[in-house]
């Protein structure tokens, strides 16, 4: 399915370089693995070739499918369950972990609509952050665009704009409220 070279996208992880496939002996089996790094964070995980399906290994979205994650971050009508930070949170991070992109571009937005209406937890502010970087990483790649093109594109998608005071000289980010 893959070889050295490609890149492929690990669920919760993100997009990775597959720098090696390996042969191991385990338990008296010979397995063959692939080695990829997480561009992310230089992490090398080893997956085993004839589990990729199971661990949702995947290869990065086509132009097509840009489109679409582009339509699911537009999407302002969404309906939120009244539910505990907890409970959504386990709920966001198992859509996250199916590895699929729509999935985690829902969560995205999900969190940045839900943080205009209320204060996220110190957890949801995280995954939030964690999902941002992974959709912006893979789609920067899918565009051929750099990474803080996309980011912006996506800020400017939930209206968030950068400003700076002379009080304060660290960058604030600040919500309209016209979305």
Known sequence: MFKVGDLAVYPAHGVGLIEAIEEKEIGGSTLVFYVMRILENDMKIMIPKN????????????????ERVYSILEEKDVKFTPQTWN???REYME???????????????????????KPLSFGEKKMLETAKTLLVKELSIARNKKEEEIERGIEEIFGIEEIQTESEPDMLLEMKTDI
Do not use: P
């Open 87 to 89: 409970r959504r949170y």
């Open 95 to 117: 859509r996250i972990k199916t590895g699929s992109i729509f999935d985690l571009a829902a969560v995205l937005r999900d969190l940045y609509i839900l943080q205009m209406d």
């Open 51 to 66: 589990n990729t399906e199971a661990v949702g290994l995947r290869s990065i979205i086509s132009a097509k499918d840009v």
